[in-house]
């Protein structure tokens, strides 16, 4: 089974994924939660951690735009307090506040190629190491 879990890491790519929360207590932090979503969709980053944000999708406003070209097009999911960034090389970020709780989430999701003869060992170095960028990035831009 594992022959064929490295197969498909080679086809499609290796994924390392983390989900971050905050807890922003009070209304200074529900306040803090609402400027933080302000800010990313007000001024959304074109690049995330060196890589160029190629498309992002706004659920709450049913739209996405792809910032190279300022293509549109339709979200067609249910309205929702979440942002979307995928960037190059199939990475993603995801920005959302919680519903029932006082925090913000931020999803990551990194992928890398596992090169023939390269180990699974040595991919999963080098997404961890991406994701971790992509957080740092994140969480410095968000003010954490």
């Known amino acids: ?21 905050t807890v922003l207590r009070g209304s200074d932090g529900a306040k803090q939660i609402v400027e933080i979503m302000d800010r990313f969709r007000q001024d959304p ?26 293509e549109t097009g339709v979200v067609d999911l ?7 960034f995928d960037l190059d090389g ?11 709780e006082p925090k913000i989430k931020f999803y990551f999701e990194a992928r890398e190629a596992l090169g023939e003869g390269e180990s699974l060992a040595e991919v999963e170095v080098r997404a961890k190491a991406k994701v971790q960028r992509l957080v740092d990035d994140i969480r410095a831009r968000a003010g954490m």
């Open 45 to 70: 980053p074109t690049e995330i951690a060196g890589l160029a944000v190629r498309r992002i999708r706004d659920v709450q406003t049913s739209q996405w735009r792809e910032p190279a070209t300022g």
């Open 1 to 21: 089974i594992f022959s064929h879990l490295v197969e498909l890491y080679r086809k499609y790519g290796y994924f390392e994924n983390i989900q971050v929360s």
């Open 90 to 100: 199939g990475c993603r970020v995801l920005v959302r506040p919680s519903g029932t």
């Open 78 to 84: 249910p309205v929702s307090n979440v942002l979307a």
